[in-house]
């Protein structure tokens, strides 16, 4: 019994991923002060206490992460989900669950707040001024170590 308990917590873990090398690769609504150009195609990277890019960095100085789980039925339902509901056919959203994530660094008193991801994609949201930007990633941090491993 305890295994079992052991294996359902780290599937439930690897089902929110973060920690990956997520690209800019287009920019979806208005911006008013930033040219999106010249976001895309940089990128935006998690890894452990670690987080370096083009809208966050934490350099191990106390970095925290949460998720909160939503269905797309409730994600889009939620009215401080505003952008996403205005842009939700342009963002392709799948009927599978959302994560909206924080991600906060204590030594610079930045955060990152809401990086959306979904399940069973390697695409990311991220809100900015009256737009959001999308990413990608390629493998996660845990597929090139397993991919290391082999």
Request: glycine letters at 6%; one cysteine or more; hydrophobic letters at 35%.
């Amino acid at each position: 019994m305890r295994y079992l308990c052991i294996l359902i917590f780290s599937l439930n873990l690897n089902a929110n991923f973060l920690d990956a090398n997520w690209q800019v690769v287009k920019f979806i609504g208005e911006s008013h002060f930033l040219d999106p150009q010249d976001i895309t195609e940089k990128y935006q990277s998690f890894y452990k206490g670690e987080a370096s890019g083009t809208f966050y960095n934490c350099n191990y100085g106390g970095q925290v992460k949460t998720y909160n789980t939503y269905s797309y039925d409730e994600f889009f339902g939620n009215k401080e989900m505003e952008l996403f509901i205005e842009y939700s056919k342009e963002l392709e959203f799948e009927k599978k669950d959302i994560y909206v994530h924080k991600v906060s660094c204590a030594e610079t008193h930045q955060a990152i707040y809401p990086f959306v991801t979904q399940a069973g994609t390697k695409r990311a949201f991220y809100p900015f001024e009256s737009g959001i930007f999308v990413l990608e990633y390629e493998k996660s941090h845990q597929e090139i170590l397993e991919d290391l491993r082999n």
